[in-house]
């Protein structure tokens, strides 16, 4: 199997695509499938580069068995989009901030459509509670799990994974 290269994208890479690189991870190394994944999150905004995912999202996360506290929040950068396979925003306005800078040969998907196959937006929990968290996990939990499925099985089957379309 071919590496695979992932990269998730919400506004400030605190709340949610922390905790979608946290879970893919996660699911990765319960695979045994460490060696074949490169998994990253950014941002599409630079207002919290350099800081700890929110302490929300550490809470949910580590309250599943997950540590996400050694994260920095970063900014997407120009390599991404040639370094990663796959890039996958986690709502529509993050979608489109992507596609405006993105050569066109970048694979920018929605999470919703790529990983969870029904379109949706992953919400932005960061003005809520903790419930909102616990929510976010959950959609993020399905999409990670039936995407590492995916991927397995097309690379499985094709060989290779020269492409994650």
């Known amino acids: 199997m071919k590496r695979i290269s992932i990269l998730f994208v919400c506004m400030g890479n605190i709340c949610r695509s922390p905790l979608a690189e946290g879970i893919f991870s996660h699911l990765v190394t319960q695979a045994g499938l460490t060696g074949h994944f490169t998994i990253d999150s950014a941002g599409t905004g630079g207002w919290h580069e350099g800081d700890s995912p929110d302490q929300r999202s550490i809470a949910t996360a580590k309250s599943h068995g997950i540590d996400i506290s050694g994260q920095r929040a970063r900014r997407i950068q120009s390599r991404d989009f040639k370094d990663f396979d796959l890039i996958l925003a986690m709502d ?29 937006d992953i919400p932005d929990p960061y003005y ?38």
């Open 92 to 120: 529509r306005e993050n979608l489109a901030a992507l596609g405006g800078s993105a050569p066109d040969e970048a694979e920018i998907r929605l999470f919703g459509d790529a990983a969870l196959g029904t379109g949706e």
């Open 128 to 165: 809520g509670g903790p419930e909102g968290f616990e929510l976010v996990y959950t959609r993020l939990l399905a999409g990670c799990s039936k995407l590492l499925e995916t991927l397995v099985e097309r690379a499985s089957c094709s060989g290779n994974t020269s492409s994650v379309r």
